[in-house]
């Protein structure tokens, strides 16, 4: 092959790879300008949506709440369950809770939990109804807690907060062995 025809062929192969990257390149291009103009005809920007507050433990607890929901165990029908509670804050700022338990078939029960915060958005304390420590963590309008119940079951709750800051949805689990055995999903309100 001549100079010349080796030149044309590498222009020929050039300009191909130059569509090619091009042809690629086009779509993310048009999709950026599309996305600029929208946001350019949009003019002001949107209202802000309410910011979702973060969970305060101690400011929702303290007073009177109450909890309804469903227990459900395996291999068990789900069944009503019932909780007022009654907090308040006693010096140093640790949040104490006592609770009437009422689920359907048992007999009620007392239960005192508290709960003191450790460090922003980290509480630690005890629950009657707990061996050892129970620890809870804020992320937004979450709580989550955990502890061991006194018969050796892993309890874990994921509380959220209502956008109206007077009620919360309760989302627990017990696990045995890695297992889940019961489910409670309770709303929580205050009084």
């Known amino acids: 092959m001549s100079r010349d ?3 044309s062929r590498r222009r020929r192969v050039g300009a191909g790879m130059m569509l090619t990257a091009w042809l690629v ?3 993310l291009a048009l999709i950026a300008a599309v996305a600029v103009a929208a946001c350019a005809s949009a003019g002001a920007a949107p209202a ?8 305060d433990p ?13 227990l459900k165990k395996v291999f068990s029908r789900s069944v009503a369950t019932h909780v007022v509670g009654r907090g308040r ?14 689920i359907a078939g048992e007999r009620t029960r007392e239960r005192q939990w508290r709960l003191r915060e450790v460090a922003p958005g980290r509480y630690a304390g005890t629950l009657t109804d707990a061996r050892g420590p129970v620890t809870a963590t ?3 309008p ?4 955990a502890y061991t119940s006194t018969d050796g079951m ?37 009084d």
Do not use: Y
Request: glycine share 12%.
């Open 154 to 190: 892993g309890i874990a709750q994921a509380i959220t907060l209502a956008p109206n800051g007077r009620s919360a949805r309760n989302m627990m689990k017990v696990k045995k062995l890695g297992l889940t055995v019961a489910t409670l999903a309770e709303t929580i309100t205050r």
């Open 138 to 140: 804020v992320a937004g």
């Open 89 to 102: 804050v006693e010096h140093g700022g640790t949040l104490v809770l006592d609770q009437t338990v009422t």
């Open 58 to 70: 101690v400011a929702f607890f303290s007073g009177a709440t109450t909890g309804e929901g469903r």
């Open 48 to 55: 802000a949506t309410p910011a979702v507050r973060g969970f």
């Open 142 to 145: 979450v709580l989550t807690i």
């Open 25 to 27: 390149r086009a779509p």
């Open 5 to 7: 025809g080796e030149l």
